[in-house]
């Protein structure tokens, strides 16, 4: 039995696909050129104020395409995996608490420097009252 020779192609993860009729092209999603966060100067725990490895960045509004509005305002802090994703984290079970707090000092930051119907134009709720 011989082996089919195929030419040299394009491949889509472990999926040979030129075969196809419409081929499936593999796409690199485009990186984002995060903003400063208006919270934070250096890399730190914004909770803890550590400073070593397996630094997360969290967006603090995030979601319906608001991720995109936290990288570009830079309504982002960094936050030590456990705080970012452990039970009691932003993003655990118990964290909505200390997520509402990020919200609240990030829209009282922005409002130092912007009116209040320009964070409603940009995320579309007040998180203050």
């Known amino acids: ?3 089919l020779a195929f030419p ?3 491949k889509y ?3 040979d696909t030129s075969g196809l009729a419409f081929p499936k092209t593999k796409r690199k999603k485009e990186r984002q050129n995060h903003g400063k ?5 250096e890399k730190e725990c914004y909770i803890t ?3 070593g490895e397996n630094l997360h960045q969290h967006h603090i509004f995030f979601g319906s ?7 570009k305002m830079g309504f982002w802090v960094y936050l030590r995996h456990d705080w970012h994703e452990a039970e ?6 118990d964290g909505h608490e200390l997520d509402l707090r990020l919200k609240r000092v990030c829209q009282r930051k922005f409002e130092a420097t912007h009116s209040r119907e320009e964070f409603m134009a940009l995320i579309g709720r007040n998180y203050l009252d």
């Open 13 to 15: 993860g472990k999926i």
């Open 65 to 71: 395409g608001q991720r995109e509005i936290s990288e």
């Open 49 to 51: 104020g550590y400073m």
């Open 88 to 93: 009691y984290g932003v993003h655990g079970r």
């Open 8 to 10: 040299k192609t394009k």
């Open 1 to 3: 039995m011989t082996a």
């Open 37 to 41: 966060s208006i919270l934070q100067q």
